[in-house]
């Protein structure tokens, strides 16, 4: 099964990798860092901005990359909260593209102006969050008002020929908008453009505070309206998703009404097809490592106490096995699966 989105090939075959009978992970050619906890923006899907402080620490990075380097890792996702509010990223990310892994950047754009020689230099790729068409509906879900200057970075990147994305989360406050968010992004002069909806159910996603429980996503009265939206897209973008300017199908979009009907009872959720945990990893700016963005990883599992180590212990393993067996309910109702066979090449847009 081929990956649609540019940001999809930044992974590895992996048909290549020894898949241990025991569970044991031997290699992780995909790997997302996440350099801070800490966040710009004010947005009502993530509670990083209300309690992030950590900063990942260079040494930190330096003592991983031997380790990335064993167990075969390609490409490095850099992440967070908003990584450009690491005051060392410059020198991390200089240090892993030295040691020469593929670099991609996932940020809120709003620092991406002011660092954008750095930015584009360091990343193979840039996938900026980009969840509005316009300046008020871009302040309402984000918190801050930050529409212009994000587009303006936007901009910058791409004159100086980046490989640059665009990230839709698609939720009540912005799914009227949708063909006007394709409208910007062809003007800004973006690769591609990804939508996925927002998650309304995984609270330990996002760095959400217990008790996280937020109206984020569409409401009964709006599936009707969501329906209209997608097949005028279909009609009036058919170009666009002809070229895979916009990653998903119309098929694929139509998942999202799947998804918010669910959500109001309607049936069931899209079906989920996922393999993340047996290629990739998320360590967070505290060393925690998780299998994905949406379940946690044990308790003892940490970098600082060896990644390999932590990702093949008992309870590492075992955890790989209840996703893979589809045990842990996060998975039935992710937004963001992701599978990669035998065709799918580290590659990070390129």
């Not at 068409?133 to 994000?150: E, K, L, M, P």
């Not at 969501?226 to 279909?234: C, K, N, P, V």
């Not at 967070?284 to 963005?293: Q, V």
Request: aromatic letters at 8%; proline letters at 4%; one cysteine or more.
């Amino acid at each position: 099964m081929r990956s649609e989105t540019i940001e999809d090939q930044a992974v590895a075959d992996t048909n290549s990798r020894d898949k241990s009978p025991a569970g044991r992970l031997a290699s992780l050619p995909f790997f997302i860092l996440y350099l801070t906890d800490r966040c710009s923006s004010r947005c009502g899907s993530c509670d990083y901005w209300r309690h992030g402080k950590t900063d990942i620490g260079l040494d930190d990075v330096l003592r991983l990359i031997p380790e990335l380097r064993r167990l075969g890792t390609d490409t490095v996702a850099v992440s967070g909260g908003e990584p450009l509010q690491n005051p060392s990223w410059v020198a991390i990310t200089s240090a892993l593209r030295e040691a020469g892994f593929k670099l991609w950047l996932l940020t809120s754009g709003i620092s991406l102006l002011k660092q954008v020689d750095e930015a584009t230099r360091l990343f193979d790729t840039i996938t900026v969050s980009l969840d509005a068409a316009d300046r008020d509906t871009y302040r309402a879900i984000r918190g801050v008002d930050s529409f212009q200057h994000v587009c303006a970075g936007i901009r910058a990147a791409v004159a100086r020929r980046a490989a640059v994305c665009l990230r839709c989360t698609v939720q009540k406050g912005n799914f009227l908008q949708l063909p006007g968010i394709v409208s910007l992004a062809k003007s800004l002069g973006v690769k591609q453009l990804s939508f996925f909806a927002v998650d309304a159910h995984t609270h330990d996603a996002f760095g959400r505070a217990d008790g996280f429980e937020r109206n984020l996503g569409l409401q009964p009265e709006d599936l009707q309206k969501l329906a209209g939206i997608l097949d005028a897209m279909e009609r009036d973008f058919a170009f666009e998703f002809q070229t895979k300017f916009i990653a998903e199908s119309p098929q694929k979009l139509r998942r999202l009404h799947q998804y918010f009907a669910a959500t109001n009872g309607a049936g069931g959720y899209p079906a989920v097809r996922c393999n993340a945990p047996e290629f990739s990893a998320v360590i967070e700016a505290n060393g925690n490592i998780r299998p994905c963005y949406f379940i946690s990883g044990p308790a003892e599992a940490n970098a600082k106490s060896g990644l390999e180590q932590s990702l093949n212990s008992p309870d590492f393993v075992a955890l790989r096995r209840d996703i893979r067996e589809r045990k842990r309910p996060e998975c039935e109702r992710c937004v963001c699966s992701k599978w990669w066979g035998e065709r799918d090449k580290v590659n990070p847009g390129l």
